[in-house]
């Protein structure tokens, strides 16, 4: 018979036959009877045990079912008499205790410390294992599963925060968390329907030689019903956490070009910057597919620059860099992003093909204030002036900065300051 990879196995009375102790279901049960008769307050404290995997893989799951069995005992013992101790899913355990946040908090303590002490059965002597707890507080006329799902939401929190903590549930965490799930569904769901909620804006970048557009990059952008405003950030964020990064690349790049299509009729040939996400230059199709999109709309491939930051250059080096390549060599444009911000632009600036830098805001928006500031962009407009480089300098939201970088001699800059991020047809109207 396949062995079961740590999961709970139930009996007909809810019982977890690896560990003894009650499963979920009967957990929610008493709970929710002991909030319903008043008994409170009610702590109730969530633990995962941290990186378990890597004792799975590497001793075996006999070995891993051994872990949770000690791991079940420690709690039976140590949490106070009438408390509630559950084994919730694979090396998840919940204990339900009468007590309220600050003496949860402090019993939690204990138990994670006392499930990290070293273990001396015969497979696992000499090993401990760390754990991360979230604690949540029962109030009354609260619902057992919402009191549990308050008390995971912390041990998120704690597992974000570097493991081997405890944290107490935090409403504004929370929200941000939820919020956060909420929107890889609805990002399925508007990807699934090609929601037009989602789409581009365009902002022009300006030479300061002549004081006109010589560029514009494409800013996705998608105002949820709901949710309102949603920022590139989160929304491109939540895509990159479900793989779902590819699929809406795919679907923005084409709106890109469509609201290219708007003002380049007009008479408007300027360069056209989509920014690349460090996983989709993991995806070897991904330069093809990007190349097929521009053929398909005849766009030609030296009018469209692709702007990528540093870091995933650094991360994976062999793999972006084919991908890359085939960018280049097809006639695309590289521009880094954010320079200055990471760890070896000079080196990834002689490995590889780019065409033009852009300086980081957090540089820009300090130039009137930070001699640090001003002293790294003259450097970065220096370099990229050398190496035959474009420049540009983001970020720009007041006079006083705009002068600077006069002053500075840096070519071409970006920001609100000029103009804000407008739809194609809005752009169509200001170019001509």
Known sequence: ME????????????????????????????????????????????????????????????????????????????????????RFDGDQFVVAVCADLANGVRLAR????????????????????????????????????????????????????????????????????????????????????RDPAINMLFQPIYSLEDDRPCAVEALARWDHPQLGAVSPGEFIAAAERTGKIHSLGAQLFRLAIL???????????????????????????????????????????????CEITESILLDDDQRSLRTVRTLTDGGLRLVLDDFGTGYASLDTLMRYQFAGVKVDQRFVRDLEVSATARAIVRSAVTLARELGLTCTAEGVESDGVLNI????GCPSVQGRRLCEPVYAENLRRMLA
């Open 110 to 193: 204990h138990l994670a410390e006392r499930i990290s002490a070293k273990i001396e059965v015969e497979r696992l002597s000499g090993l401990h294992v760390t754990c991360s707890v979230g604690v949540s507080v029962a109030e009354s006329a609260s619902d057992a599963m919402e009191v549990v799902q308050r008390a995971d939401l912390a041990l998120c929190q704690a597992k974000r925060g570097g493991r081997n903590r405890v944290c107490p549930y935090d409403e504004v965490f929370a929200a941000s968390r939820l919020r956060q799930q909420r929107l890889v569904v609805e990002l399925e769901r508007a990807l699934d329907s």
């Open 259 to 305: 609201g290219r299509q708007v003002w380049h009729a007009a008479g408007s040939p300027l360069l056209l910057n989509i920014n690349v996400s460090p996983l989709q230059l993991h995806n070897p199709d991904f330069a093809h597919q990007l190349l097929d999109l521009l053929a398909e709309f005849e766009v030609p491939t030296t009018h469209i620059a």
């Open 405 to 408: 970088l006069r002053d500075l």
């Open 3 to 86: 062995h079961q990879v740590n999961k709970p196995e139930l009996t007909l009375t809810g019982q977890d036959e690896l560990t003894g102790l009650i499963g979920r279901g009967a957990l929610l049960k008493q709970l929710q009877a002991r909030i319903d008769a008043g008994a409170l307050p009610i702590s109730v404290i969530f633990l995962e045990l941290d990186h378990f995997s890597v004792f799975n893989d590497s001793l075996g799951y006999p070995a891993g079912d051994e872990m949770l069995r000690v791991v079940a005992r420690r709690l039976a013992v140590e949490v106070p008499q009438g408390a509630i101790v559950a």
